[in-house]
């Protein structure tokens, strides 16, 4: 008998993963055209901030395209374990875990960087609240 959670319990977690590099990726584009915009126009304090905000992004969608890379060879490794070699059992799950830590990571990370952007746009008033433009 094999042991399909092996294989399919890395599966379950790519959708939202997924949903999360998009969503952080549009961020990432979004910030990308703002610190163009702050650099054209020349001020100097808001490219600072952008820039950590990029750093917080960056480190984000890294950790959410590895932990990708991670799950998929748990699951590919939870299908050779189950059907031939029951006693390395402890890889495909040990490489869940680590896909589970790094979005853990990512998550943090986000939370950071929303942090940061509230901060932001509560000691700054004149910011528009809802494009974060002033």
């Keep these: ?4 959670g092996l294989w399919v319990a890395p599966l379950l977690l ?16 979004q910030l990308h055209q703002e610190l163009v915009r702050q650099q054209s126009e020349g001020h100097e304090d808001a490219i600072s901030h952008l820039c950590q905000r990029a750093r917080l992004l960056h480190r984000t969608l890294v950790s ?9 060879l748990s699951s590919l ?8 070699f029951a006693s390395m059992q402890w890889l495909p799950e040990s490489l869940a875990f ?11 990370q986000l939370i950071r960087e929303s942090r940061l952007l ?6 700054n008033p004149a910011i528009n609240v809802t494009t974060g433009k002033g």
């Excluded at 490794?77 to 031939?84: A, D, E, I, K, Y």
């Excluded at 509230?118 to 000691?123: A, E, F, Q, R, Y």
């Design 1 to 4: 008998m094999e042991n399909t």
């Design 14 to 29: 790519m959708p939202g993963v997924c949903l999360l590099i998009l969503s952080t990726s549009m961020r990432w584009g």
């Design 64 to 72: 959410l395209y590895v932990s990708i890379a991670v799950l998929s």
């Design 77 to 84: 490794l939870g299908t050779l374990v189950s059907r031939w």
């Design 98 to 108: 680590v896909g589970i830590v790094l979005i853990t990571y990512a998550s943090v």
């Design 118 to 123: 509230i901060t932001v746009l509560v000691d």
